[in-house]
């Protein structure tokens, strides 16, 4: 009886659904990144240990040169780090060769940049398709998926406009459901909102919001504090180093926010 017992006692815990949904879906531990630029070395990110969970909305502050996108772009499987850890859904990144880890941006990750990076003289609905020719979708299966994408985001009227018909917040929305449409497991959003005004950066904000209550799990860089309270959990970069990370006290409600302005007149 005793030995079965001990051997009960020894057991792991059983893996409830909420526990395997809370997975990491990013491990990180202790990364450094050096750049070597001819004879100096700069080390620019000292010893950063992160877990990111699934249906996290992490906001990544800290000032110019701090190290912020060098952490995204290792995020991003962009970069790699010099040592350390980086598991990605429980892979580890460091050991897959490049092809794999191309696959792996192009199904696992979505990216969304400051500038928008839309194809010029290439329709809304093209653009967001164009991930999907890597993949084996049909032409039939791409135009669906990139529809529903769009739709997603709220602009299924302007499927066919070129971006530059389209205002910064649409070209924004565009480039988030270009990100979206092989459905990944991460959306990595570096400043979404640099190139926009205060009420159009609430907008995409009650996007990302909204896809984030779906499951999404967004990491996002932001410069402005008050962007970063959108968010579910804030960390700061400083020197290379993680000096902050707190959930956020008094997070805004993009969707609540809109309602109290005024409609713009367009
Ligand atoms: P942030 O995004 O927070 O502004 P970065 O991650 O771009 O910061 O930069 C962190 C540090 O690493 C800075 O000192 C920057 O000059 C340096 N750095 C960034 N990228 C490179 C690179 N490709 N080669 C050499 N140094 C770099
Ligand atoms: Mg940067």
Do not use: W
């Amino acid at each position: 009886m005793a030995d079965i017992q001990t051997a009960l006692d020894n057991q792991p815990a059983a893996r409830t659904d909420e526990g395997a949904a809370r997975q990491p879906v990013i491990l990180i531990n202790e990364i450094h990144k050096y750049y070597e630029m001819g004879e100096t070395r700069l080390h620019a990110l000292r010893g950063i240990s992160l877990e990111i969970r699934s249906g996290d909305f992490l906001a990544v502050m800290g000032a110019s040169g701090s190290g912020k996108s060098t952490l995204m772009n290792i995020i991003g499987c962009l970069d790699r780090q010099s040592s350390g850890e980086y598991f990605l859904e429980g892979r580890d990144v460091s050991r897959l060769d490049r092809r794999v880890l191309a696959t792996i941006r192009n199904q696992r990750l979505g990216f969304v940049f400051q500038g928008f990076n839309l194809i010029p003289r290439t329709t809304a609905l093209d653009n967001v398709a164009l991930p999907l020719l890597y993949t084996h979708a049909t032409k039939e299966e791409r135009t669906q998926r990139a529809t529903n994408s769009l739709a997603v985001v709220g602009l299924s009227d302007r499927s066919a406009s070129l971006p530059s018909q389209l205002s910064g917040g649409q070209q924004q929305r565009v480039a988030i459901a270009r990100a979206l449409v092989n459905q990944p497991s991460v959306l990595i959003a570096d400043e979404p909102t640099g190139n926009l005004d205060s009420r159009t950066s609430i907008e995409i904000m009650s996007v990302l919001q909204e896809l984030n209550d779906n499951g999404l799990t967004i990491v996002m860089v932001t410069h402005e504090p008050d962007i970063a309270r959108f968010a579910k959990r804030i960390i700061e970069i400083r020197d290379g180093r993680l000096r902050r990370d707190e959930p956020v006290a008094e997070r805004f409600c993009a969707r609540e926010i809109l309602k109290t302005l005024p409609i713009p007149e367009d």
